[in-house]
């Protein structure tokens, strides 16, 4: 998936996301919606350029699909920054 990073919005926000589009935000919650973890948490493997890690999409009630975090030392290895295109992949597990 290609998809924009944003960074949460707030005064002191330093959470940065991408989201995840409409289409498969359905699909996933059609199949796994009923395991999901707190607040709706789904948890996933996602990898960008060369890492991967574990994490946890959350539900996004403005698009009703999910979002997914970008963590600081992902962004800085990959040398990702708010408001840039990226290419990622999830894997449920």
């Known amino acids: ?26 699909e996933i919650r ?10 709706g948490a789904v948890k996933v493997e996602v990898t960008i350029g060369g890492t991967v890690w574990q994490t946890s999409m959350f539900p996004d009630k403005y698009s009703g699909s999910y979002i997914l975090p970008i963590k600081a030392a992902v962004r800085k290895k990959e040398e990702i920054e708010a408001g840039e295109k990226i290419t990622y992949t999830i894997k449920l597990i």
């Open 30 to 39: 059609t199949t796994y919606g009923k395991s999901a973890r707190g607040f």
């Open 1 to 26: 998936m290609t998809e924009q990073v944003y960074l949460y919005p707030g005064e002191s926000a330093n959470w940065h996301f991408v989201p995840i589009t409409k289409k498969i935000g359905q």
